[in-house]
Nanobody, 123 residues
Framework: QVQLVESGGGFEQTGGSLRLSCAASGRTFSTYAMGWFRQAPGKEREFVAGINWMSSTSYADSLKGRFTIARDNVRNTVNLPMNSLKPEDTAVYYC?????????????????WGQGTQVTVSS
């Protein structure tokens, strides 16, 4: 069983930056693929960014260049610095893990989820 705990959410103005972090328990973190998803009120949960066990990355097309995903296999964390924030980035952000190490892009592909952290961007 893997536990994921997100942190770093908060309130920011348009154009500002936030850095999300996800801490994972367990000894096999380096073999997992990790991902970030988000869910805005009234909308479905959507893919934001992913990193597989080999540290290859993938991003939602609309977010490329603003968000960066990176993993630290020593600290068992995956981070998501977010720049040039927009009001439409407002959502609850969730960390996800996939046991087989392959890129996690779909909600159904994740084996574990964190509780989420709220990001609010004001206009």
């Amino acid at each position: 069983q893997v536990q994921l705990v997100e942190s770093g959410g908060g309130f920011e103005q348009t154009g500002g930056s936030l850095r999300l972090s996800c801490a994972a328990s367990g000894r096999t973190f380096s073999t997992y693929a990790m991902g970030w998803f988000r869910q805005a009120p009234g909308k479905e949960r959507e893919f934001v960014a992913g990193i597989n066990w080999m540290s290859s990355t993938s991003y939602a097309d609309s977010l490329k260049g603003r968000f960066t995903i990176a993993r630290d296999n020593v600290r068992n964390t995956v981070n998501l610095p977010m720049n040039s924030l927009k009001p439409e980035d407002t959502a609850v952000y969730y960390c996800a893990a996939r046991r087989n190490g392959r890129m996690v892009r779909g909600v159904s592909e994740a084996d574990y989820w964190g509780q989420g952290t709220q990001v609010t961007v004001s206009s």
